[in-house]
């Protein structure tokens, strides 16, 4: 099975910029679709980004669309999210998760989880 690491969380003022950083175990990083997720305090689970297996395809939250990217380097077994112009309302703990298909938006999807990293965006 492989292991996810999520890196890069912290604390930032609104405006201010983060990369995060997904590492998996192993040299098998390009057989999985990845998705980063995050959960807010007292709030669901929500699908933030998704990228296929060769990171051709991906997908945005509307919310973050144009502020957010995801990319991966399977070379280094790793996927990013690179976060832009961060709002409070981006703060949460952010989960990347792994399947072995095409990426999809639903937590229940997934079925290798990351431990999660923090991320405040203060105003």
């Known amino acids: 099975q492989v292991q996810l690491v999520e890196s890069g969380g912290g604390l930032v003022q609104a405006g201010g910029s983060l990369r995060l950083s997904c590492a998996a175990s192993g040299r098998t990083a390009s057989r999985y679709a990845v998705g980063w997720f995050r959960q807010a305090p007292g709030k669901e689970r929500e699908i933030v980004a998704t990228?296929?297996?060769?990171?051709?395809?991906?997908y945005h939250l509307d919310s973050v669309k144009g502020r957010f990217t995801i990319s991966r380097d399977n070379a280094k077994n790793t996927v990013y999210l690179q976060m832009n112009s961060l709002k409070p309302e981006d703060t949460a703990v952010y989960y990347c998760a792994a399947r072995s298909s095409y990426a999809a938006t639903s937590p229940l999807e997934y079925n290798y989880w990351g431990q999660g990293t923090q991320v405040t965006v203060s105003s």
């Open positions: 990228i296929s297996r060769n990171g051709v395809d991906t």
